[in-house]
């Protein structure tokens, strides 16, 4: 399924510790875009596999700015 065809539906925009998704949150919230996060809880995460990967998701109309933001903010973070 492309993006197109999903562009109305939940897009995940970044996976990280919680710590960046939470600083990925706050930035897209300071411009105007509502996020979730998900996996944000796994009591086991050794068993489940997914250690270190909490998601940020955006609703499909704000995936372009979102990822635009996420990509400065990874920029930031390596230089």
């Known amino acids: ?28 919230e300071m411009n105007g875009i509502e996020s979730f996060v998900q996996n944000e809880f796994d009591p086991y995460p050794v068993q489940s596999g997914v250690i270190d990967q909490i998601n940020l998701v955006v609703s499909g109309k704000d995936v372009e700015q979102a990822l635009v933001l996420v990509k400065d903010f990874n920029e930031k973070l390596i230089a």
């Open 1 to 28: 399924m492309s993006y197109e065809e999903k562009k109305d539906g939940p897009a995940t925009i970044f996976s990280g510790s919680l710590a960046r998704v939470a600083m990925v949150k706050n930035l897209l």
